[in-house]
């Protein structure tokens, strides 16, 4: 089975804050993926990544940034945190494209005060 | 612009009925419709997989079908227990490599 783990469940920050969401998987996928769910909105990507130190942008990159130096790490950055990224935020992966079926971590809730 | 949108975004009925979920989208260009689950506060499960040539994909209980030229997916669930609650989401994947476009998901509690 797939295994996606993501750092935290439930994060409290500060506005201003340097914030990192870190997500890890054990299958060697290929495609790793973050996203943010809001209520009424559906999931909507913020970034996706290919292969390692490749990354493209989702719908909503602004204020966010991500970084993967291995194959297995994807880690989602906001680098000023603002209260409108409060949200919860699911890391997915897949091992080709939208033809297979992505595989969930289990999100991180961030509350940003 | 593709769009998915999900009717009724939220759904309350008796243990043992028979039930459908619907999941609409505006372009008939897809590549495939998935139908996920999500229990509060967790992560999405994949339940099933319908490729832009079938018409239907079942997993026990689950029957999804596809109906590409009227836009439309359903989602059958038979029998429906207690422990279906969750929020069901469906996802179109497009003809880019990667990115699937999201409905908003119908919660559905099932009452004992």
């Known amino acids: 089975d797939v295994k996606v783990t993501q750092s935290s469940r439930y994060l409290v920050k500060r506005t201003g804050e340097k914030v990192f969401l870190e997500c890890v998987q054990d299958?060697?996928?290929?495609?790793m993926f973050w996203y943010r769910q809001d209520p009424g909105l559906g999931l909507r990507l913020i970034y996706f990544?290919?292969?390692?130190?490749?990354?493209e942008k989702g719908d909503i990159p602004e204020g966010y940034s991500v970084s993967r130096e291995k194959k297995e790490r994807f880690s989602l950055i906001l680098e000023s945190a603002s209260t409108n990224q409060t949200s919860m935020y699911l890391c997915?992966?897949?091992?080709?494209?939208?033809?297979?079926?992505?595989?969930f971590g289990p999100g991180t809730r961030l509350l940003v005060l | 612009k593709q769009e998915v949108t999900q009717i009724p975004a939220a759904l309350s009925v008796p243990e043992g009925e028979n039930l459908v979920l619907n999941c609409s989208f505006t372009d008939s260009a897809i590549y495939n419709l998935q139908w996920f689950r999500q229990d509060p506060g967790k992560g999405l499960t994949s339940l099933l997989l319908?490729?832009?040539s079938q018409r239907e994909q079942t997993s026990g209980r689950l029957n999804a079908s596809l109906d590409k030229s009227s836009g439309r997916s359903t989602l059958y669930i038979a029998a429906s227990q207690p422990g279906d609650s969750a929020t069901y989401l469906c996802?179109?994947?497009?003809?880019?490599?990667?990115?699937?476009?999201w409905g908003a998901g119908t919660k559905l509690i099932i009452k004992p």
């Open positions: 996802a179109v994947g497009t003809d880019s490599n990667y990115q699937l476009i």
């Open positions: 299958m060697d996928h290929e495609n």
């Open positions: 990544s290919y292969d390692v130190k490749m990354k």
């Open positions: 319908i490729q832009s």
């Open positions: 997915a992966t897949t091992s080709g494209g939208v033809e297979e079926t992505q595989y």
